[in-house]
């Protein structure tokens, strides 16, 4: 990258799955506690320095990773490292600190109820993940917030922010011999304690219903078991998240001059059909040793089974005939979205999870590479194994008393099996 900022991103291999009952939200009180001050530094102190540096700071709580990343003027690089160094291996954690942030991390999971997307996809890994923690909030228990200490947080940190665990990645313009140099001074914990609930998390079909009558639109997640980061279908699956893409009705629909039937997808195509189905996106979660892939879907009530049947239909297209222009179109945008990789935080976030998960970064070059080899036989192939006959996990949120009324369980609501030409009841003339 030709540009004068540099972004150092550390990743710790530790987030939401591995707390439990009893420390349920820990990841979110670290999150908000290590800028409040260190061993070394005060919290004015370490506010300052950030200022120095940009005050362009930016922590992610997942599942299964935690991301600290810094965009700063490549000459500061060194210092930068110094100081995510420094807060993550030094912060005091004091009681009245975590007393000060106790109701900001409570306040978390009720604010994110504001995001009904967000919140129909925590449904989906809670669902989906029934047996393992791998399911719970990324945000934490919010009943469980009152009972997290000074101690919890400590044991917390000793656990899994070991050396071990951490990922240093920087994108920009600096030399591998800098960075190298600034992280022999990088000082975590060297225990070899055995982090919780690292055991698979086993993928667990099932519905869940959530009934609100007083909700306008109807929000609806349909996903299925997937690949994870070292499957080889890793790379396909990116391939099908971005060929299913994204709808907007504002965006899509005959009034304007992307008329339904000249859609980039078929999956667009049928979209454009239901007028009152105002969104669709397409997300692929991967992670350790499982993944999900599916559909998020919002509109109106009255096309709840539309919604509910809409992706499943169209993996079974998918896994009989993909159009060669989906596949045209698709290799494309993947091949532009490379070329305008230009966000330094982005790029650095993703290289650290390469690296943790595949322990080695994937150049755009091999990325191009393999998205040019995939061919449509292939992709079809892929679809039929993974998707074709699956169970599935369903979330339905909103006005839902029609869904309620017409399922009794998994089973009459997977129609994987069946595409448009068995089940035109479903579509809207």
């Given at each position: 990258?030709?540009?004068?900022?540099?972004t150092?991103?550390v990743l710790?291999?530790?987030?939401?799955?591995?707390?439990c009952?009893?420390t349920?939200?820990v990841?979110?009180?670290?999150?908000?506690?290590v800028?409040?001050?260190?061993?070394?530094q005060?919290?004015e102190?370490?506010?300052?320095k950030?200022n120095?540096l940009?005050?362009?700071?930016?922590?992610?709580v997942?599942?299964e990773?935690t991301?600290?990343?810094?965009a700063t003027?490549?000459?500061?690089?060194k210092?930068?490292?110094?100081?995510?160094?420094?807060i993550?291996?030094?912060?005091?954690?004091?009681?009245?600190?975590?007393?000060?942030e106790?109701?900001?991390v409570?306040n978390?999971s009720?604010?994110?109820?504001?995001?009904?997307?967000?919140?129909?996809?925590?449904?989906?890994h809670?669902?989906?993940?029934?047996?393992?923690f791998m399911?719970q909030?990324?945000?934490?228990?919010?009943?469980n917030?009152?009972n997290?200490?000074?101690?919890?947080?400590?044991?917390?940190?000793?656990?899994?922010y070991?050396a071990?665990n951490?990922?240093?990645?920087?994108?920009?313009?600096?030399?591998h011999?800098?960075?190298?140099?600034?992280?022999?001074a990088?000082?975590?914990?060297?225990?070899?304690a055995?982090q919780?609930?690292?055991d698979k998390?086993?993928?667990?079909p099932?519905?869940l219903?959530?009934?609100?009558?007083?909700?306008?639109?109807?929000?609806f997640?349909?996903?299925?078991?997937?690949?994870?980061?070292?499957?080889?279908?890793f790379?396909?699956?990116?391939f099908?998240?971005?060929?299913m893409?994204?709808?907007?009705a504002d965006k899509?629909?005959?009034?304007?001059l992307?008329?339904?039937?000249r859609?980039?997808?078929?999956m667009?195509?049928?979209?454009?059909?239901?007028p009152?189905?105002?969104?669709?996106?397409?997300?692929?979660f991967?992670y350790?040793?499982?993944?999900?892939?599916?559909?998020?879907?919002?509109?109106?009530?009255?096309?709840c089974?539309?919604?509910?049947?809409?992706?499943?239909?169209?993996l079974?297209?998918?896994?009989?005939f993909i159009?060669?222009?989906?596949?045209f179109?698709t290799?494309?945008?993947?091949?532009?979205?490379?070329?305008?990789q230009?966000?330094?935080?982005?790029?650095?976030?993703?290289m650290?999870?390469?690296?943790?998960?595949?322990?080695?970064?994937?150049?755009?070059?091999?990325?191009?590479t393999?998205i040019s080899n995939?061919?449509?036989?292939?992709?079809?192939?892929?679809?039929?194994d993974?998707?074709?006959?699956?169970?599935?996990?369903?979330v339905?949120w909103?006005?839902i008393h029609?869904?309620?009324?017409?399922s009794?369980?998994?089973r009459?609501?997977?129609?994987?099996?069946?595409?448009?030409y068995?089940c035109a009841?479903?579509q809207?003339?």
């Amino acid at each position: 990258m030709s540009s004068s900022l540099a972004t150092v991103t550390v990743l710790v291999r530790a987030g939401s799955k591995n707390e439990c009952l009893e420390t349920s939200g820990v990841s979110q009180f670290i999150k908000q506690l290590v800028l409040k001050g260190t061993a070394t530094q005060t919290r004015e102190q370490i506010q300052t320095k950030l200022n120095e540096l940009g005050n362009n700071f930016n922590v992610v709580v997942g599942r299964e990773t935690t991301t600290y990343t810094i965009a700063t003027p490549k000459a500061n690089v060194k210092k930068a490292i110094h100081f995510l160094g420094d807060i993550l291996s030094n912060s005091k954690f004091e009681a009245a600190q975590i007393e000060a942030e106790r109701e900001f991390v409570a306040n978390l999971s009720q604010a994110n109820q504001a995001d009904q997307c967000q919140v129909t996809l925590e449904s989906v890994h809670y669902t989906s993940y029934r047996d393992h923690f791998m399911g719970q909030p990324t945000n934490g228990i919010r009943e469980n917030v009152g009972n997290i200490t000074q101690e919890t947080i400590k044991e917390f940190m000793e656990n899994n922010y070991t050396a071990q665990n951490t990922v240093v990645a920087v994108a920009g313009n600096v030399s591998h011999a800098e960075v190298a140099e600034a992280c022999s001074a990088f000082r975590m914990s060297e225990s070899s304690a055995v982090q919780k609930n690292n055991d698979k998390p086993y993928f667990t079909p099932s519905t869940l219903f959530m009934r609100d009558d007083e909700m306008v639109n109807a929000n609806f997640g349909v996903f299925f078991n997937a690949p994870s980061w070292k499957d080889n279908e890793f790379f396909a699956m990116h391939f099908l998240e971005t060929l299913m893409g994204e709808y907007r009705a504002d965006k899509y629909t005959g009034a304007h001059l992307n008329h339904p039937s000249r859609q980039y997808s078929l999956m667009h195509d049928h979209l454009g059909t239901h007028p009152d189905i105002t969104l669709h996106k397409t997300f692929y979660f991967p992670y350790q040793d499982t993944a999900l892939f599916g559909s998020y879907l919002f509109g109106n009530e009255v096309f709840c089974q539309q919604m509910m049947f809409l992706s499943q239909f169209i993996l079974t297209e998918y896994s009989q005939f993909i159009d060669e222009h989906e596949m045209f179109r698709t290799r494309n945008k993947m091949f532009n979205d490379l070329l305008n990789q230009e966000d330094g935080k982005k790029l650095s976030s993703e290289m650290a999870h390469q690296v943790s998960y595949l322990g080695r970064r994937i150049p755009r070059s091999e990325f191009a590479t393999r998205i040019s080899n995939i061919e449509k036989n292939y992709l079809q192939r892929v679809v039929l194994d993974k998707f074709f006959d699956s169970d599935l996990s369903l979330v339905a949120w909103g006005p839902i008393h029609q869904v309620i009324a017409y399922s009794h369980y998994n089973r009459p609501l997977k129609r994987s099996t069946l595409g448009w030409y068995g089940c035109a009841q479903y579509q809207v003339y």
